[in-house]
């Protein structure tokens, strides 16, 4: 081909300005990263010989090679293992094709820059921190099953070139030539070091090469250069196949690095086998910090798979439930046959076996941390709350244990405090049967609903369902222990003992029967607003609030439908009246215009006092200007 010049996308010559221009410390964790890469690239090179006999005939040693060359001060790191043909080259290290680089950049506008050392990695840039250290890479690749090599060079000029390559066997080298300030990585101890300390857990051989030895060299000092370049100086033992205790934290640490792409260590480590039905063995981390595409569709959601020592996959979600997608990890079964493919596993009954063990391992991790140490347990709540909330609907056989592992914030609670359904149950005045939940966008905002007096002022305490999914899961939920879930601003609630109720609902009817004529024009006035207007009995202070009519979809319901694409109806909801309250009193002695303004009024403040906005601001604004200069 010929050489050809392409300038960085935006994108990505900005993110090359912040690392190369990034004060970060550790420049040296570079070499972690393009060890983990080249890594990887064996670990798909193994995977594909297992179905291309070509690979399997010619059984390549796979090894990563560090070759430092002092006079050229060069830094080589090499692979055999699956190279690239010269669109992924392109893909791979010119653009931002790839989506975690996208998000990079979101980052990156978000906070400015500020810790920009600590995502790299985090996002997939591990490639570019080797611009912390050169100021040129050149990369030279062949990809396995073609006999085609190219070169992809750059010098930060804001372009990149590529060419043809000189190499002759599969796999990818990249040359990095140093800055003047950072020769220390042309030392055969300190990159000894650096493997130990980060990479030793890579499966392959890690060795490293004096590229460029003195011209006087003596024999025997050549020797026993060359013994010593052809040891491994890693101990290649995969973590999960080692005896916990004879684990480092900080390996298990950087393991999870190297797995995750994270710049923090895991907040939990979870090394288990499987033993009886199937055998297999498990690392699984919980994270700090959720994903930021925990949400997202298409994005890897599952462990990684290997069979018998050989990476199979890195992202099998047949291992996990799609509620614990945030666990990372690797599974390592030796009941599978090596040539499993993705349909394969689909409908596996080993692959099913071993979800259900890890599911319930996790399970029995989180309630024993929330036990254990509650504050702890929040912490991690916090992040990953919302998604388990999912498995309530999406894991039915699992689902009580999910329900039990559940926070809310409660109306009478302070901010930062949650409880469970088993927390709030014990703490329910000996009368109170149901479980009453209010739904509200926050957790402030809620606390002052209208709908939330009565039950308050008798002691009750009401959950507070402010994420977008609760009020998805509230249906599905169903009884906790044996008593209802029910939402305060629904149908028709009534707190206290039997007796009260009755007395309740005769007082409510008498009040009802005095207050029918303004019941009634009310219900004139708002027809196309409401569907009924009646006297509540979950008000105190309050004058009015608006409910939701039974069987009709709450408002916060409707914008999440809405928010999907959905078609839904006007729902028409209840306006409930605080019988007494002195405003009900007055509006009852109003008639005509004036009692056509009041309505419309009441109806506003309704919709403002639970966050919702007046459907004719205007007018709005425009009655209360009236109500002012008439009080004036
Ligand atoms: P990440 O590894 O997180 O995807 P990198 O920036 O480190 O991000 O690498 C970008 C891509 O370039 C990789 O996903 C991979 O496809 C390719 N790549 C990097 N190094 C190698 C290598 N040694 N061999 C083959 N492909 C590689």
Redesign the pocket.
């Known amino acids: 081909m010929e050489k050809k010049t392409e300038t960085f996308k935006a994108e990505i010559a900005e993110m090359l300005n912040l690392v190369v221009n990034s004060l970060y410390s550790k420049k040296e964790i570079f070499l972690r ?2 060890v ?3 890594s ?2 064996i670990d ?1 090179a193994k995977f594909l010989a297992l179905t291309d006999s070509s690979i399997a005939a010619e059984n390549p040693e796979w090894a990563v090679k560090i070759a430092f060359d002092k006079e050229n001060k060069t830094l080589t ?1 090499s ?1 055999n ?4 043909n010269l669109e ?2 392109e ?3 010119g653009t931002i094709a ?1 989506s ?2 996208k998000k990079f950049r979101e980052m990156l506008k978000e906070k400015g820059g500020a810790d920009l050392p600590e995502l790299i ?1 985090q ?7 080797a611009f912390m250290v050169a100021n040129k890479v050149r ?1 030279e ?1 062949m990809k396995r099953g073609t006999d085609q090599a190219f070169a992809w060079e750059s010098d930060l000029s804001g372009v990149y070139v590529l060419s043809d390559g000189s190499r002759d066997f599969p ?4 040359t990095l030539y140093l800055n003047d300030d950072q020769l220390e990585y042309l030392d055969v101890y300190r990159l000894k070091d650096l493997i130990s300390k980060y990479s030793d857990f890579i499966t392959y051989p890690v060795t490293i090469h004096n590229q460029n030895p003195p011209k006087d060299e003596k024999s025997e000092d050549r020797e026993k250069r060359l013994e010593d370049e052809a040891k491994a100086v890693n101990t290649m033992v995969a973590l999960w196949k080692r005896p916990k205790s004879e684990v480092k934290d900080s390996e298990y640490e950087e393991f999870y690095r190297h797995l995750a ?1 994270d710049w923090e260590g895991p907040f939990e480590t979870i090394p288990f086998s499987g033993e009886g039905q199937v055998e297999f063995k498990a690392l699984l981390f919980l994270p700090k910090r959720a994903d930021m595409n925990l949400y997202m569709p298409g994005q890897k959601h599952g462990l990684s798979l290997y069979v018998r020592n050989v990476f199979i996959s890195d992202d099998v979600d047949m291992l996990l439930p799609s509620w614990l997608r945030f666990v990372k990890g690797v599974v390592d079964s030796s009941d599978l046959p090596l040539n499993v493919s993705r349909e394969m596993l689909q409908d596996d009954a080993i692959i099913r076996k071993i979800k259900s063990a890890v599911t319930s391992k996790l399970l029995n991790v989180f309630e024993d941390i929330r036990k254990k140490d509650p504050a702890r347990y929040a912490e991690f709540y916090a992040k990953f709350g919302m998604v388990m909330k999912e498995g309530v609907y999406s894991d039915y056989a699992n689902s009580e244990r999910i329900k039990k592992l559940l926070l809310f914030a409660t109306a009478r609670g302070e901010d930062s405090r949650k409880v469970s359904f088993a927390d709030y149950v014990a703490a329910m005045p000996a009368s109170q049967k149901d479980i009453y939940y209010a739904v509200g966008r926050n957790e402030n905002d809620a606390r002052k609903l209208p709908q939330l007096e009565a039950a308050l002022s008798r002691g009750i305490d009401v959950l507070l369902f402010c994420d977008p999914i609760d009020e998805y899961i509230a249906d599905s939920l169903g009884e906790f222990e044996g008593h209802k879930f029910v939402d305060v601003g629904s149908g028709n609630v009534s707190f206290g003992t039997e007796e009260e109720v009755k007395a309740e609902k005769e007082a409510g009817e008498k009040q009802a029967e005095l207050l029918k004529p303004l019941i009634d024009s009310l219900k004139n006035t708002l027809k196309e607003r409401v569907a009924d207007v009646r006297i509540s009995t979950r008000l105190k202070d309050s004058p009015c609030c608006l409910v939701a009519a039974e069987g009709a979809m709450s408002p916060s319901m409707v914008r999440m439908m809405r928010a999907m694409q959905q078609d839904v109806p006007e729902q028409k909801r209840v306006l409930e009246l605080n019988a007494s309250h002195r405003l009900v009193e007055k509006l009852g002695k109003l008639t005509g215009e004036e009692l056509e303004k009041s309505a419309t009024l009441l109806y506003d403040t309704a919709l403002i006092a639970e966050g919702s906005l007046v459907s004719d601001p205007a007018r709005f604004a425009k009655l209360v200007t009236e109500l002012m200069l008439g009080n004036a």
Not at 81 to 84: K, S
Not at 123 to 129: A, D, L, M, R, W
Not at 171 to 174: A, R
């Open positions: 990263e393009l983990s890469n080249a990887d690239a798909r790191i692979d293992g699956i190279g690239m992924e080259l893909n791979n290290l790839r975690g680089t990695g996002f997939g840039v591990g490639f570019y921190s990369v690749t796999g990818t080298s990249i792409h």
